[in-house]
Nanobody, 119 residues
Framework: QVQLVESEGGLVQYGGSLRLSCAASVSMSNINSMGWYRQAPGKERELVAVITSSGSTNYADSVKGRFTISRDNAKNTVYLQMNSLKPEDTAVYYC?????????????WGQGTQVTVSS
């Protein structure tokens, strides 16, 4: 079982920046990948960014060049630095972790944190 605790989001103006953090209850060495997803009202949850145990990253096209995912293994924490925010980035952001135990993959979610970008 992995518990994920996200930092608070917030209200940011257009063009502003915000950093989210997600602390895992287990060592990062036990986690295959961690990522951020978001869900806007009336829309499906979508991948924002993911970072694997090897450090590889992947981003949604809509955030490339603006968002950066990183991790601090010593703190078992993943960060999402969001710059040049746009109103369309407004959503509930969820932290995600995937692990493998006895060849079975498990997925865990944080509680979600609201990010609102005003125009």
């Amino acid at each position: 079982q992995v518990q994920l605790v996200e930092s608070e989001g917030g209200l940011v103006q257009y063009g502003g920046s915000l950093r989210l953090s997600c602390a895992a209850s287990v060592s990062m060495s036990n986690i295959n990948s961690m990522g951020w997803y978001r869900q806007a009202p009336g829309k499906e949850r979508e991948l924002v960014a993911v970072i694997t145990s090897s450090g590889s990253t992947n981003y949604a096209d809509s955030v490339k060049g603006r968002f950066t995912i990183s991790r601090d293994n010593a703190k078992n924490t993943v960060y999402l630095q969001m710059n040049s925010l746009k109103p369309e980035d407004t959503a509930v952001y969820y932290c995600n972790a995937r692990t493998t135990t006895l060849s079975r993959e498990y997925e865990f979610w944080g509680q979600g944190t609201q990010v609102t970008v005003s125009s």
